[in-house]
């Protein structure tokens, strides 16, 4: 029968793409806060207002006619990233390591010129990288120097955290791995790996990469599974004390690990994709009935909603 | 949430529900597109000879009657004037003007409707005085003649008349010097004035009728028959073999009371020519008439009463939504994704103009060379405004080799193309360009396979013509094609293809 499989999604959990659409964005997320999370300019400003760390702003460029004291403004900062502040999918970030004579060291370790780097920012002013092709504004910020945990499971870039927070309850999180194929970008639909993430204690599960199941990185060759995130607890907390600072009730946080900041918001989502239920073998739909059956007192504060989700999300010991 | 979308999809569905209705029970529409009607194609040539002052052609046309609509009517007239003129129950058009040494040729043309016997309303027409050539005397021997048959109703003594014009004159026989005078005056008076004066004595409103035979043909000359009043209608009759044609009749009057269709003053009329084609009328023009010719609010409203030119539009225009409902079932239902929105539906309506084949092939591959040219662009870092304009400019010059191509081939199909949307080209390329870059070619073939499936469905849609006919005629069925759509719009199941993403967990339940 056609239905079964409907039937056994349901069972599981599994949040779909329309149910997520009507029941939870277009039910929680209003529209007028959208442009605050499709900024990542003002995502950041917003989160130093709120005290949630983030990674040190260096300069902001808002016109082209500042390009001719680029090289003022960069100053002597050794390593940054320029970023667009609305590009998405990664699209238009630059990762500066280091600086040579002929210019700047690139993470894959090419050489850019200054022209070039120039260039590149001007077109970021121009919205080359902006969804809709609308002026934009391009920002340098303190570049992450990832927490070694995941050194093993990392091909160049910066693994970052993905954690899905419902009416201030983080309900499920996965850590994305770049791969040679994703060009070192924590995205999934580059070819990022998302690996699961047990709620409980922080431990890593399985990993997906593409639409398969893997236990190894496809790079690195080395188990994706059982690594234990660092910070976790501040991590969860940062996440659940997102929902303060945006009227935003189905969220998507952003968070990378620095080695010596700790945990740092990266951004935030208003759509958030449904892949990380397959990293984390289990259904959303699941999680977020239990939160809206969880008594009143657990959503008071940020912190007794993490101390609920430490103890009722622990992923038993997957097969 | 759920319970203001409920009401409303049931809103709309009583609403289309009740009008369709209404429309059914109250104004007799046909549920389902009715048959075909038979149509005819008439034509007309004629050679028209000058004499020496203004010539003039009349010439009987046919005429809407009882069971047959005249349409689509069309004159040659060459360098004379043509003018219609009404002669009773008449059409007559004129051809009149100086006719030079050459011969000037007049023509006519007409759509004429068959259509099934209705209920005829017609006063009984009064009967005529006897022709003035016939004697008193004669009348008195006539009139004894049929006097046996006065009892019986008009369809009776048609009948009676008739077997007497074939030589049968009943029980008990005429009286022999009767036979002998109604002989001679036969032989007098001619064949179809003894019918005539027959049945004028039998007290038959009775008149002579000119015109043409309904079956294809190519003829220089007309026929004449008798058309006869029998207190319902007029019924038919061959004068020769004294036949009475049964119903449908097939026979095209084009002049009644005795006119002569040809008359010519001041010149002749040569090669004359009628040409009878059969044909099948589109059901267009048949919902047309009946609403036409209705005054009830819902048929003074309908879409019918557009200007032809603009119907055509309607026609396709009310099934769009459909193809948007497609649209909706592929993406919120089946998962598959396509190119923008709506650009499938914009793609089936240009296939209306160069055909599945050619426009698919044409779409594709316009999108392809742009997809070239904008990899290599690409590398030209250009701003996204300048860019979109360079991709929109290769699009209309790949549109208009295409056009120049197909000229040169012979190709209509690859001229048509003009009508591709290429604005939504434009974008496409863009699109699949970045799809392909950021989530790779596969991604991109399959979002482009999804949007030409739904570009072809849509099409095969719009392209139904039952479908159209009952769209146009019950334009309420729109409210039904939302309430779908509404029901689409709250569906929060999963996605089929979600069931492929999410397999990995059918097994663990």
Redesign the interface.
């Known amino acids: 029968m056609i239905l079964k499989?409907?039937r056994?999604?349901?069972?599981?959990g599994?949040l779909?793409?329309?149910?997520r659409n009507?029941?939870y964005i277009l039910?929680f997320n209003p529209r007028s806060s959208f442009p605050l999370v499709d900024d990542k300019l003002k995502t950041k400003q917003l989160a130093e207002a709120y005290q949630i760390p983030t990674p040190p702003l260096y300069r902001v460029i808002k016109h082209h006619g500042e390009m001719a004291r680029l090289e003022e403004m960069l100053g002597d900062y050794q390593d940054f990233v320029v970023k667009p502040a609305r590009g998405t999918?990664g699209?238009g970030i630059v990762l500066v390591t280091g600086r040579t004579e002929g210019g700047f060291i690139k993470q894959s370790g090419e050489v850019i010129p200054m022209k070039d780097l120039a260039?590149h920012i001007s077109?970021i002013l121009?919205?080359?990288y902006s969804l809709e092709?609308l002026e934009d504004r391009a920002f340098l910020e303190a570049l992450v120097h990832p927490d070694t945990a995941f050194d093993a499971v990392t091909y160049r870039g910066v693994p970052d955290i993905r954690i899905i927070v419902y009416r201030g309850v983080p309900v499920m999180s996965m850590v994305r791995l770049p791969t040679r194929v994703s060009d070192g970008k924590a995205n999934l639909?580059?070819g990022a790996v998302g690996v699961g993430i047990n709620m409980g204690n922080g431990t890593t599960l399985l990993g997906v990469y593409r639409?398969a199941?893997v236990t190894h990185h496809p790079d690195t060759k080395k188990p994706v599974a059982g690594i234990q995130v660092r910070h976790w607890e501040s991590i969860l907390l940062i996440a659940a004390r997102a929902v303060d600072m945006i009227n935003l009730d189905f969220l998507g946080v952003d968070l990378v690990i620095d080695r010596d900041r700790g945990p740092l918001l990266l951004e935030l989502n208003a759509r958030p994709g449904l892949q990380i239920?397959?990293a984390n073998?289990a259904?959303l739909l699941k999680r977020l009935e239990s939160v809206d059956k969880a008594p009143r007192e657990i959503f008071a504060t940020p912190e007794i909603r993490v101390a609920w989700v430490l103890e009722t999300f622990a992923t038993p010991v997957s097969s | 949430m759920k319970r203001p979308a409920t009401l409303l999809v049931v809103a709309l569905l009583l609403i289309s529900f009740a009008v369709i209705s209404y429309r059914v029970i109250w104004l007799k529409y046909p549920i389902l597109p009715p048959a075909p009607a038979k149509v005819w194609q008439l034509s007309m040539e004629a050679h028209v000879k000058g004499g020496e002052k203004e010539t003039s052609a009349m010439i009987g046309l046919p005429s809407a009657r009882r069971g047959q609509l005249v349409a689509e009517e069309r004159i040659h007239s060459g360098t004379l004037n043509f003018s219609l003129l009404r002669e009773g129950a008449n059409r007559i058009g004129v051809w009149s003007g100086a006719v030079g040494p050459k011969d000037e040729v007049i023509g006519y043309s007409a759509t004429i409707q068959v259509k099934p016997p209705r209920p005829f309303k017609n006063r009984t027409p009064p009967l005529e005085p006897y022709p003035p050539n016939v004697e008193k005397k004669d009348q008195a021997f006539i009139r004894r003649l049929v006097a046996k048959w006065d009892p019986l109703p008009p369809a009776d003594r048609l009948r009676r008349v008739a077997a007497a014009m074939r030589g049968f004159w009943g029980i008990p026989p005429p009286e022999d010097q009767d036979l002998q005078a109604w002989s001679a005056f036969h032989d007098k008076h001619g064949r179809m004035t003894a019918f005539l004066v027959l049945l004028r004595a039998a007290g038959l409103p009775a008149q002579r009728v000119e015109g043409l035979p309904l079956a294809e043909s190519i003829t220089g000359s007309t026929q004449t028959w008798i058309e006869v009043w029998t207190g319902q209608e007029w019924e038919s009759v061959q004068p020769e073999r004294g036949e009475i044609y049964q119903p449908p009749v097939p026979l095209l009057p084009l002049t009644t009371n005795g006119l002569p269709v040809i008359r010519v003053i001041n010149g002749e009329l040569s090669e004359v020519r009628w040409t009878l084609n059969r044909g099948i009328i589109s059901q267009w023009r048949m919902q047309f008439d009946r609403i036409m010719h209705s005054d009830r609010l819902l048929d003074r409203w309908s879409l019918f009463r557009l200007p032809e030119e603009f119907q055509r539009t309607f026609r396709i225009l009310i099934l769009v939504p459909i193809g948007a409902l497609m649209i909706c079932l592929l993406r919120n239902i089946v998962g598959f994704p396509t190119f923008g929105v709506f650009l499938p539906v914009l793609m089936a309506l240009a296939f209306r103009n160069t055909g599945l084949a050619y426009g698919l092939g044409i779409f594709w591959g316009v999108v392809l060379i742009g997809y070239v040219v904008r990899r290599w662009i690409d590398k030209l870092r250009l701003l996204l405004v300048p860019r979109l304009s360079v991709i929109l400019t290769l699009v209309i010059v790949c549109i208009t080799l295409f056009a120049l191509l197909g000229n040169k081939l012979g190709l209509r199909e690859f001229m048509a193309v003009g009508l591709l949307p290429f604005v939504i080209l434009t974008m496409t390329i863009e699109r699949f360009f970045v799809i392909t870059e950021e989530s790779g070619a596969r991604e991109a073939l399959r979002t482009a396979a999804g949007s030409a499936g739904v570009a072809v469905i849509t099409y095969g849609i719009l392209e139904l013509g039952p479908l159209q006919l009952t769209f146009f005629v019950y334009p309420e069925l729109l409210l039904a094609v939302a309430a779908v759509q509404v029901l689409l719009g709250r569906y929060t199941g999963y996605r089929l293809l979600e069931l492929l993403r999410f397999r990995k967990f059918w097994r663990s339940s």
């Open positions: 499989p409907f056994w999604l349901r069972d599981v599994v779909g793409m329309n149910r009507a029941e039910r999918g699209s260039y077109d121009s919205g080359i092709g639909h580059r639409s199941i239920q397959v073998q259904g």
